[in-house]
């Protein structure tokens, strides 16, 4: 996932000195652990959605999962940063239905 979110000058670190390093590794470890915090509570919400619905969940398959998947987020193009109200108050976002999921990796 950091590689994916590193994407500018081929993910490579290009500063000459040591504190322009630090602050590029800085700001790169922050927005990874921003996005592994974010995969896990929605990961978790997803999870706790399935078996609410009776959905029998294998502990093989819960294993498999990983928040560092990263092919739902827009790396590139336009943000939008406007909250929806449930959001405002401290919940999450609704989770999307099956059939309304696209298939990310």
Known sequence: VARAICHGQKGEIRKRY???QEDQLGALGL??????????????AALDHLRAQGET??????????????????????????LAELVTKGHLRPLKE????ENVA
């Open 18 to 20: 040591t504190d322009g």
């Open 31 to 44: 927005v990874t652990n921003a996005v592994v915090l974010w995969n896990t509570i929605y990961m978790q």
């Open 57 to 82: 969940l294998n502990d093989e398959d819960i294993a498999r999962l990983s928040p560092l998947c990263h092919g739902h987020i827009n790396m590139l193009g336009h943000y939008s940063f406007t």
């Open 98 to 101: 099956a059939s309304e999921a």
